[in-house]
């Protein structure tokens, strides 16, 4: 777990919940996302959340695969405190299939990845890591279908809250008409929000940005709302 230096502002019940509200998506039994923004009392039942980013050999969870994934825990309450973080590298077993922009993205090499580990050993520690949780993410459709992909290919049940968090329509809230931002990836919104990033289109600096990103907006979010009464 990294060191965390950040003052987290101490958020209220109320903007806590509506702000995560803003980008939640519903887990149909279908395995599909569909929207579910608003609706609080589907995040009742989670406790913490597992702020996730996945790195992949090309766009398609039925060709390609998952080289890369990390995550961070936060507490689902006041602040969202970060409780651990984890990540894993991932051995392929189709690279034939890759796309070849997709591995230069990812700085995909058999030398940088000799000590990626299998699929199943990489999904025990991911559920091990964070079983129950609410998955959030930046822009989280991808993410979510190779993820979704994965569970059904080594056919395991989904261990995760049958809700996700996408964080970046939550940016798009809570930046809207402020001119701090004028597009809405998660590089250039980490960096006007002035949070330094560790690596990029590395699964968990990624992951960790998309929290730190998520806190920023929560405290944005806190304050206009105190400054609003």
């Given at each position: 777990?990294?060191?965390?230096?950040?003052?987290?502002?101490?958020?209220?019940?109320?903007?806590?919940?509506?702000?995560?509200?803003?980008?939640?998506?519903?887990?149909?039994?279908?395995?599909?996302?569909?929207?579910?923004?608003?609706?609080?009392?589907?995040?009742?039942?989670?406790?913490?959340?597992?702020?996730?980013?996945?790195?992949?050999?090309?766009?398609?969870?039925?060709?390609?695969?998952?080289?890369?994934?990390?995550?961070?825990?936060?507490?689902?309450?006041?602040?969202?405190?970060?409780?651990?973080?984890?990540?894993?590298?991932?051995?392929?077993?189709?690279?034939?299939?890759?796309?070849?922009?997709?591995?230069?993205?990812?700085?995909?090499?058999?030398?940088?990845?000799?000590?990626?580990?299998e699929l199943e050993r990489a999904v025990d520690q991911l559920v091990d890591f964070g079983k129950g949780a609410a998955?959030?993410?930046?822009?989280?459709?991808?993410?979510?279908?190779?993820?979704?992909?994965?569970?059904?290919?080594?056919?395991?049940?989904?261990?995760?809250?049958?809700?996700?968090?996408?964080?970046?329509?939550?940016?798009?809230?809570?930046?809207?008409?402020?001119?701090d931002v004028d597009r809405f990836n998660l590089g250039h919104v980490a960096d006007r929000l002035g949070i330094g990033?560790?690596?990029?289109?590395?699964?968990?600096?990624?992951?960790?940005?998309?929290?730190?990103?998520?806190?920023?907006?929560?405290?944005?979010?806190?304050?206009?709302?105190?400054?609003?009464?």
């Open positions: 777990m990294r060191a965390n230096n950040r003052n987290v502002t101490m958020t209220s019940v109320d903007t806590h919940v509506d702000l995560l509200a803003m980008g939640l998506r519903r887990l149909t039994a279908e395995g599909e996302l569909e929207e579910a923004a608003g609706e609080t009392a589907a995040l009742e039942p989670v406790e913490r959340l597992l702020v996730i980013d996945l790195e992949m050999s090309g766009p398609n969870p039925l060709v390609h695969e998952v080289l890369d994934i990390g995550g961070v825990i936060a507490g689902l309450e006041h602040g969202l405190p970060e409780l651990e973080s984890w990540g894993a590298r991932i051995r392929p077993k189709r690279i034939g299939n890759a796309d070849h922009a997709a591995l230069k993205v990812v700085g995909y090499s058999s030398k940088a990845w000799k000590n990626a580990i998955i959030a993410g930046w822009g989280i459709g991808q993410d979510m279908s190779f993820l979704l992909q994965t569970f059904r290919q080594l056919e395991r049940d989904w261990p995760f809250a049958p809700v996700t968090v996408d964080v970046q329509p939550i940016a798009r809230q809570v930046l809207k008409g402020t001119g990033r560790d690596g990029e289109h590395g699964a968990l600096p990624d992951a960790l940005a998309t929290y730190d990103v998520l806190v920023a907006l929560m405290d944005r979010a806190t304050n206009r709302s105190r400054q609003s009464t």
